[in-house]
């Protein structure tokens, strides 16, 4: 398509839902070009979604859609192919989608102009000069992040950090207060349903009852922001209320308190609804007014301007082919319990508490994601790429770019290090020092074989003893390694992992 004819529409995907999308100014379309939405309903048909993820897109796209009014042509379609139709073989413009194969389909499309990405601090160019003068240096999470803060003025002062240090983990790693079940913070921001979600939710009824659709998941009120309003509400309540004890109780977790201190924003962050700057640059606003700790300022900060920009980045420098990384030759089927999100199916408590929250809200904090959910996958060999799709699919704000490099660098290890410098996975006394799970559990976080055995401390030792040749070659592993020569009980521990069911 030349550049210079006008298009004849702008087509806005489903994670592009905020007013940054649509933004002349910001190299957005011009305000007289009609805007487009696709809702493919093919997408849904195609692999099994929570029930509450496929209702907070489609909910956030019609909002979108009712609250743009008569410039957008909303089309209900099977495909993207079939929705373009609408338009005609007029040009269209779209901004940089978010995933390979959507950037794949809409560059094979001749009418289609791609626009540059939004929604990101980063541009594609500049994290293409910082990872190029590394020159061989690996790409690490830690020098890019320092890097986005001092190219966007994000607590500095001056050319230092503010407060001197980059890192706060130190101060951010605390486990839960001892004797509370919740952390007593206020809650974090619920919407109220509209008409829309009533709509919705029929149609999602009426298609699973047709059996065209299959979801996963509890059908439960919708629990996160479907829309600009409700998403800025839950940024502003996130500051004002909990932003301040983010900080210290970051890695967690109590049985009955499943949001502790976090944001809850990342759907929203990744529907497009909020920027990723405004997120950032309130968290630094409500720190220099003395209303919060830098620490918890820090470690907000490090999540959105670190991690979720490094995430995106590496997702696309990698390529297409990171999905099929599988290092640790891990080839186990997830068995059905896990995939069906039945709690049921297991006796470890903490792992049952974790597939309970995403069976009800499709959505769970970090660790338990990383060190209870992923941990386990990792441990019992699972398939990398079944388990990124179940992530993907149980989880609200689970998008391609996002998942691939969190699954298969970051919890899997399926890279062989290129996202992390070791595997994150542990035995229970990690998870005993970060929870209140072990108590009532039916195994004993010390115990490493026979009836009390903890399948987190066994599955440990196991992983380490079949990795063993390729761990002890990585400096941050090896002395963990060498416990394996302290077990005296190690061949029945083995014994005993061959045999469990998973
Ligand atoms: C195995 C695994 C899978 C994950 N899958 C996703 C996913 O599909 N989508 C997703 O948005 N996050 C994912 N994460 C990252 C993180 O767990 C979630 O962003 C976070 O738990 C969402 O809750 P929150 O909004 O309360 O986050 P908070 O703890 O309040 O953090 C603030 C924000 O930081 C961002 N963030 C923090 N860590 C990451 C990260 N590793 N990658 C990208 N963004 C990050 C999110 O936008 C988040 O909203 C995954 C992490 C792991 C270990
Ligand atoms: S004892 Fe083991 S299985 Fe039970 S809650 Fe603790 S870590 Fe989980």
Redesign the pocket.
């Known amino acids: 398509m030349a550049s210079e004819e006008p298009a004849v529409a702008h087509w806005l995907f489903g994670d592009q839902l905020g007013p940054h999308f649509i933004d002349p100014a910001r190299g957005g379309p011009r305000r007289d070009v009609p805007l487009l939405m696709i809702e493919a309903r093919g997408v849904f048909r195609r692999r099994r979604f929570h029930r509450a993820k496929a209702h907070l897109i489609l909910s956030a796209m019609r909002h979108r859609a009712a609250e743009l009014g008569d410039r957008v042509r909303y089309v209900k379609a099977d495909s993207y192919r079939e929705g373009l139709e609408a338009v005609g073989d007029g040009p269209v413009t779209v901004h940089h989608p978010t995933s390979h194969a959507a950037l794949g389909f809409v560059r094979s499309l001749p009418s289609v102009r791609v626009l540059p990405a939004r929604g990101f601090l980063v541009t594609h160019d500049a994290f293409t000069s910082w990872a190029a003068a590394r020159g061989t240096k690996q790409l690490r999470q830690e020098d890019f992040y320092r890097w986005v803060r001092q190219a966007h003025d994000l607590l500095m002062e001056g050319d230092r950090p503010a407060g001197g240090r980059w890192n706060l983990d130190h101060d951010n790693r605390q486990p839960p207060p001892r004797d509370v079940t919740a952390l007593g913070v206020p809650a974090p921001y619920r919407p109220r349903e509209s008409a829309i979600d009533e709509e919705v939710r029929a149609d999602l009824d009426r298609w699973s009852r047709d059996g065209d659709v299959r979801f996963v998941g509890e059908d439960a009120p919708r629990a996160f922001p479907a829309t600009r309003r409700e998403a800025l509400a839950a940024l502003h309540r996130f500051a004002d209320h909990r932003l301040a004890t983010f900080g210290a109780y970051e890695d967690a977790i109590l049985a009955k308190d499943a949001t502790m201190s976090?944001?809850?924003?990342?759907s929203s962050?990744?529907l497009g609804l909020l920027d990723p700057a405004e997120c950032v640059e309130l968290a630094e606003t409500r720190w220099r007014s003395g209303d919060v700790p830098l620490n918890s300022a820090e470690g907000?900060v490090r999540?959105?301007a670190g991690?979720?920009e490094f995430?995106w980045h590496v997702y696309w420098h990698f390529g297409d082919e990171y999905r099929d990384r599988n290092v640790l030759r891990h080839h186990r089927a997830l068995p059905d319990w896990f995939t069906e999100l039945s709690p049921e199916g297991t006796d470890a408590n903490c792992l049952s508490h974790a597939l309970d929250q995403v069976r009800g809200a499709g959505w769970t904090?970090?660790i338990p994601?990383?060190m209870i959910l992923?941990s386990f996958a990792l441990q019992r060999g699972w398939e990398p790429r079944a388990v990124t799709d179940w992530?993907h699919r149980s989880?609200v704000?689970?998008?391609d770019w996002?998942?691939v490099p969190?699954?298969v660098g970051?919890?899997q290890y399926a890279d062989g290090g290129r996202m992390t410098t070791k595997p994150y996975t542990s035995g229970g006394a990690y998870i005993d020092r970060m929870s209140d799970y072990c108590g009532p559990c039916r195994y004993k976080p010390s115990v490493r074989v026979g009836e009390d055995a903890c399948p987190f401390t066994s599955g440990y030792w196991n992983l380490l003893h079949r990795h063993r040749e390729r761990f002890e070659h990585n400096a941050r592993m090896v002395q963990a390694v060498r416990g394996l020569d302290r077990l005296r009980d190690l061949d029945e521990l083995l014994a005993q992992e061959a045999a469990r069911e998973d």
């Open positions: 976090h944001s809850l924003l990342s962050l990744n907000f999540q959105i991690w979720r995430v904090h970090h994601r990383l992923g992530f989880f704000d689970g998008y996002v998942m969190n699954v970051m919890s």
